[in-house]
T-cell receptor, first 110, second 118 residues
């Protein structure tokens, strides 16, 4: 049974701070990793994908992957109130089926 | 708009009725996935389809639920004899199916169908 775990939160950070979101997964053969953002009542929207160990940066977002530790994280720099949402970690193996974590609710306080 | 389209956006059914949810993938995409999200819960995979083929239905309930993706037209998720526990948001996602590396397909989500069973 493939599992993806995230702290449900809420994670509260002040505006301008760095928000750190974490995700662990159980399937060692997982190949690709995705972070989605979901606002309340809306559909998930892709933020980043990462496939190799290390860091990947895109604007204020940095994804970090450590396959040995089966750990992937998302850092949001200069957090804004508009970043307040639920962040979903998704993991994919050789097949096409994503396994989603339960999501972490982020609240950025003005 | 070439994004993933779903309709209806909201659907109300009484217990025992049938619900049909439609999904048109993003232009150029041939792979469709259905997910269910219960209130305050995460996304649960239901089924993965390509044109005229069900690739993986491991997340589908054994009874009352079925899905298809015909050669022409949208993918349809069908729920027969709905019960209150079927009330949820149902999301469709699509991918291109052209990634050269297995497992690196990115899925793009539609706006979802909110099903309410009275």
């Amino acid at each position: 049974q493939k599992e993806v775990e995230q702290n449900s939160g809420p994670l509260s950070v002040p505006e301008g701070a760095i928000a750190s979101l974490n995700c662990t997964y159980s399937d060692r053969v997982s190949q690709s990793f995705f972070w989605y953002r979901q606002y309340s009542g809306k559909s998930p929207e892709l933020i980043m994908s990462i496939y190799s160990n290390g860091d990947k940066e895109d604007g204020r977002f940095t994804a970090q992957l450590n396959k040995a530790s089966q750990y992937v994280s998302l850092l949001i720099r200069d957090s804004q109130p508009s970043d307040s949402a639920t962040y979903l970690c998704a993991v994919n193996g050789y097949g096409q089926n994503f396994v989603f974590g339960p999501g972490t609710r982020l609240s950025v306080l003005p | 708009n070439a994004g993933v389209m779903q309709n209806p956006r909201h659907l109300v059914r009484r217990r025992g009725q049938e619900a049909r949810l439609r999904c048109s993938p993003m232009k150029g995409h041939s792979h469709v996935y259905w997910y269910r999200q219960l209130p305050e819960e995460g996304l649960k995979f239901m089924v993965y389809l390509q044109k005229e083929n069900i690739i993986d239905e491991s997340g589908m309930p054994k009874e009352r639920f079925s899905a298809e993706f015909p050669k022409e037209g949208p993918s349809i998720l069908r729920i027969q004899q709905v019960v209150r526990g079927d009330s949820a948001a149902y999301f469709c996602a699509s991918s291109s199916g052209t990634s050269g590396t297995a497992g690196q397909e990115t899925q793009y989500f539609g706006p979802g169908t909110r099903l309410l069973v009275l």
